[in-house]
């Protein structure tokens, strides 16, 4: 059974689904740029058997509040007290392109918080041609307002992310999605070279791997997670 609640965090109200056994490991999963919890759906199912979930919609997406202010530090900040305010300690983090990078920055920040961390086809914090994308036509599940600011640090991100990876102290599997992603392959394995004991695997899936190849993404993750029990 999925629930579907919110909870405040600063003035922001988040939305997220929650499922699997009350009393399992706490695993939170966080989605892409214009995405939102439901984006998990293909692969919730079997991450529940052993693990409690909850799929986040981050501020500006989803049935979470709109800002008059987006940034992927106050996304990351908007996870921690989301953790504190459900009371929830050391936890299991999933999280895919831009989810990816609110992931890496919080356990940079609270390596305490951040048990095990798996990074789904995430771009490597170096600079990269910007490209901000037109405005899709017709209604939108998140707020547009949040693409140019997001877009900007992912394009030209703070120095000090790439220099802080190697301050991870989870065990991290990274998740690349072959040359049919958009994302810089080699970005990716040289994200996971920086994190120490990160492990690079390649899911030929394009950039959506849990959505595209849901089997091989449940193959990768779910013994990762599983000897870290």
């Known amino acids: 059974m999925v629930d579907e609640e919110?909870?405040?965090v600063g003035g922001?109200?988040?939305s997220y689904r929650v499922s699997g056994p009350a009393q399992a490991r706490p695993l939170v999963l966080l989605h892409a740029l214009g995405e939102n919890a439901g984006s998990w759906d293909e692969v919730t199912p079997a991450l529940t058997r052993d693990r409690r979930v909850y799929a986040l919609d981050l501020r500006g997406h989803g049935r979470s509040d709109r800002s008059a202010h987006y940034s992927?530090?106050?996304m990351q900040a908007d996870v921690l007290r989301f953790l504190d305010a459900l009371g929830l300690g050391a936890v299991d983090v999933v999280g895919h392109s831009m989810g990816g990078i609110v992931a890496y920055l919080l356990a940079q920040r609270q390596p305490e918080r951040v048990r095990a961390l798996v990074l789904e086809d995430v771009p490597v914090p170096r600079p990269r041609t910007a490209n901000l994308p037109?405005?899709?036509?017709?209604?939108?599940?998140f707020d547009w307002e949040l693409v140019a600011p997001v877009r900007r640090q992912i394009d030209r991100p703070d120095p000090r992310w790439l220099e802080r990876l190697g301050e991870i102290t989870a065990p991290t599997l990274v998740l690349a999605g072959g040359p049919s992603s958009h994302i810089s392959q080699e970005g990716v394995a040289e994200?996971?070279?920086r994190i120490p004991g990160g492990t690079l695997v390649t899911i030929d899936a394009g950039h959506l791997i849990h959505h595209a190849a849901p089997d091989a993404f449940l193959e990768a993750v779910s013994p990762f997670l599983a000897s870290l029990s």
């Open 6 to 8: 919110s909870v405040d």
């Open 191 to 193: 994200l996971a070279a």
């Open 12 to 14: 922001i109200r988040l």
């Open 72 to 74: 992927l530090d106050l």
């Open 134 to 141: 037109a405005r899709p036509d017709g209604e939108l599940s």
